[in-house]
């Protein structure tokens, strides 16, 4: 009995080591400034609703929709200048760092459970600046907070999303299969002690479950040899929005985490001059292009851009 006891303590306390990783993992610092891409942005502080400042980085268009840009896991805004350079031509482009990670304040990640209300802030900020519509993009955990957030907030009006998780509790089953059976219970201890930290299961609501309620134009790109989260993701994804016509899938036959074909960000640029033109009445010189490919088989060039997941 007492051995039975010692086996549950050190499992509980495995799991609790873990969560904590989980939500404080060590920060990843880029060593890239916007003057290094010769954009003038302006430095913005955004109060989330539990007063935990972000961090943005502001290139304004007046009169033009605006895009947000919302990096992944555990690095932080800078991560994505290379994408802003291409956007902000067209679009008032919004970095911004998520809570705990670059420059915002915060105790820990909440994997999107609190950045959703953090995402409704930013687009308080942005409604202030006169933004006529909205969209957003989003890398690997960015991305699931767009899907979370659009879900809830009609003020998203267009969401590009890379590598998104479907759902927390199953990438953690993943990450720890290693544990064969042992796992489930693993991580549920480990959502328990978010529900101690946190107040919540902070696995709920899913991205899936929130991709299935969406109506507005939603670019989902992936790579069926992603590392980290796993293609099984995508497909999972990919059929919530099957009701949603306006719902287009970049597939990616090769390529890592974080690898972007070549072109990427003019794709980007084409989609969201697409999705936003109809809600602003049409984005003077810039004419409609050809809808992006739902399937991408072959393997041309590819640019490292993000370095997270």
Request: charged letters at 20%; hydrophobic letters at 50%.
């Amino acid at each position: 009995m007492l051995y039975a006891g010692v086996l549950v303590a050190a499992f509980l306390l495995a799991s609790l080591g873990s969560f904590w990783l989980a939500v404080r993992p060590p920060r990843l610092a880029i060593p890239l400034r916007p003057a290094d891409y010769r954009l003038a942005v302006e430095d913005v502080v955004i109060r989330a609703d539990d007063g935990v400042r972000l961090a943005g980085w502001f290139l304004p268009r007046p009169g033009a929709p605006a895009v947000v840009l919302l990096h992944g896991y555990p690095a932080e805004k800078a991560d994505l200048l290379p994408l802003a350079t291409a956007l902000a031509p067209e679009f008032a482009t919004l970095l911004v760092d998520q809570r705990y990670f670059g420059q915002s304040e915060g105790a820990a990640t909440t994997l999107g459970f609190r950045e959703r209300g953090d995402l409704r802030r930013v687009l308080d900020f942005l409604d202030g600046r006169g933004a006529p519509a909205i969209g957003v993009f989003g890398f690997s955990l960015g991305g699931a907070v767009a899907l979370l957030t659009a879900a809830e907030d009609p003020r998203i009006h267009a969401i590009a999303a890379y590598a998104p998780f479907a759902d927390l509790r199953t990438l953690g089953r993943e990450l720890y299969g290693w544990m064969w059976l042992a796992r489930y219970p693993f991580v549920e201890a480990m959502l328990l002690w978010s529900r101690l930290a946190f107040g919540a299961d902070i696995s709920r609501p899913s991205p899936l479950e929130a991709a299935a309620r969406l109506t507005v134009p939603v670019l989902l790109v992936h790579s069926r040899q992603d590392e980290q989260i796993p293609f099984a993701h995508a497909e999972r994804l990919r059929a919530a929005l099957t009701a949603n016509r306006r719902a287009e899938f970049d597939v990616m036959a090769r390529g890592r985490h974080g690898e972007l074909p070549a072109g990427f960000e003019g794709r980007l640029a084409g989609f969201f001059r697409r999705a936003l033109a109809s809600r602003t009445g049409g984005v003077e010189g810039n004419p409609a292009r050809v809808p992006l490919p739902t399937e991408v088989e072959g393997n041309p060039a590819r640019v490292p851009l993000p370095t997270d997941s």
